[in-house]
């Protein structure tokens, strides 16, 4: 091979790299996911396309739905993921609606295939997201209704109702299916435990708050 062969060779692996870092581009108008398919792909198979109709690109009442914000941190998280809307199969993208009770808080986690694009529908949210290392730089707004704020793909961050009333948020995602990893529950709540020498020593503490944070998932 000459050089210049190797050069156009180590761009194109380069280019698919970065393509397999998204959720891949459709090859046709829609693929409603066929939930009952027993075919595996990445993603889901299409539903027939004859069959296909309105209903499938429709999700009703998103903003009335009623959850239930009472639980240890005060928050409940809708998301319309592929999971919850078939129709969004393919497509890279999907929506999550986030309720808080007063002072609620989504806790710090990560979205693995997504950048997050918030929109304060009701109330005032801190929120925040955190760089990787070394820097670990921590960026943080208060946010009003009506403000929009950024969460880069896989970074952690977290949304925190600062007011007495409920607060409401409307999230786009640049994935079908961005996945969440919660830290505390990853770290703290594995299955099975993390033995609590490990994270002693990963958070500079005595095994007995390890132990005790454990008992918390
Ligand atoms: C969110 O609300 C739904 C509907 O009330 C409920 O089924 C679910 O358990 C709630 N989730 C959490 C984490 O509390
Ligand atoms: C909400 O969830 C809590 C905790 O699981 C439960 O005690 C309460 O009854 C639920 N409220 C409603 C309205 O379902």
Partial sequence: MTPRFLLVGLLLATC???VMAFDPSPLQDFCVADRNSKVLVNGFACKDPKM???DDFLFKGLLGMMVNTTNAVGSNVTNLNVELFPGLNTLGIS???IEYAPWGLNAPHYHPRATEVLT???GT???GFITTNPNNRFFTKR???GDVFIF???LIHFQQNVGNGYALALSSLSSQNPGV???ANAVFGSNPDISDDTLAKAFQVDKKVIDEIQSNF
């Fill in 181 to 183: 990893v919660t830290i």
């Fill in 120 to 122: 304060v529908i009701e």
């Fill in 16 to 18: 698919s790299l970065i």
């Fill in 95 to 97: 929506l999550a609606r």
């Fill in 125 to 127: 949210l801190q929120v």
């Fill in 152 to 154: 880069p793909k896989a």
């Fill in 52 to 54: 296909v109709n309105a």
């Fill in 143 to 145: 946010l009003q209704k």
